[in-house]
């Protein structure tokens, strides 16, 4: 035989086969444990135990802005005595409201005596009572009767102490206007909008996070692509956020309130954060309180709201083409 003659393989045949091995029976085989998945955090979930720290932890590049995040000192007076003698005493208040201070620095820093602020989503009108009383020309846009009837009487109650400003209440739908009058076009200087988290009625069923910001999302936008004509080139759009409870964590609004003025092209300019508690002197002992209940899903303490402030581009033909 040639060496280069293949040798026939060897073959085995049925007779020689273990037949004493049930074919039913599974034999245990050493396999790979099974890969971990990691499910990534969504941006709008804030996990961090210290919200107000996470915050003025952000850089320049974070903030978008060329300067890290300011510390506004509005809450070393409660939210009481910023409203005594301004407001409608029997007026209720309103759930989400911002402190008048707040609106106070926004105003004052960002526009001048006599231009015209715009606030949307204005509640009981903490915005345009603070403009009105800054001598500014400011107008109210909320979509809930309740609370645009409460503005009106806090906005009367201000003329009534002698506030050099006007000011008006409108009740309609932001991301819905009606037909808004020639002359109001290029006409604001400053747009303030305090956005809730839930603009839309409740669902049947229960929000999941990604709808709720999804929807804000929309809802900005559309308000935005609605309301932007009204303002002058160059002209300052603030808005103030505040981390939400829901279902055991704290959504933010910043993701959704970012990108809807990405897209519509405004200029960041500013963040800050807008302290809602006062600052004390660490060296005090603190009052003993009582104890806390425990609740089932317990989230860290909110003390601050988030103030963004953009820029409307003051190059027409940028703006134009947006």
Known sequence: MSDHTPTPAATISDSTADTSIDPSIDIPVDAAPPATIIVATPEWVCTTTSPLAATLALDETATRTGRPVAVWPTGQRSDAAQRAGRYAPDAPRHPARILPD??????????????????????SGTAVIEAVYACRHAIGVDNDPRWATVAKANLAHARDI????TGQIT????????DLPRGMRHSVDLLIATPPIRLNPRRARPYDTHDM????EHDLLATLGNWLPVLRPGAAVAFVTRLTPYRGELIDPIYAVSIAAAVCGLEPTERAA????????????????????????????????DVLVYRVPTRWQRWLRR
């Open 102 to 123: 707040t609106a106070a620095r926004i105003i004052t820093q960002y526009s001048q005596a006599g231009q015209k602020v715009l606030g949307l989503f204005c509640g």
């Open 213 to 216: 910001i999804w929807d804000l």
């Open 274 to 305: 807008a302290l809602l508690k006062p600052i004390r002197d660490t060296d005090r002992r603190p009052r003993p309180t009582r104890r806390p209940a425990r609740r089932r899903h317990a989230t860290p303490p909110v003390v601050h709201d």
């Open 171 to 178: 009740c309609t739908d932001a991301r819905r206007p009606r």
């Open 162 to 165: 002698g506030a050099y400003g």
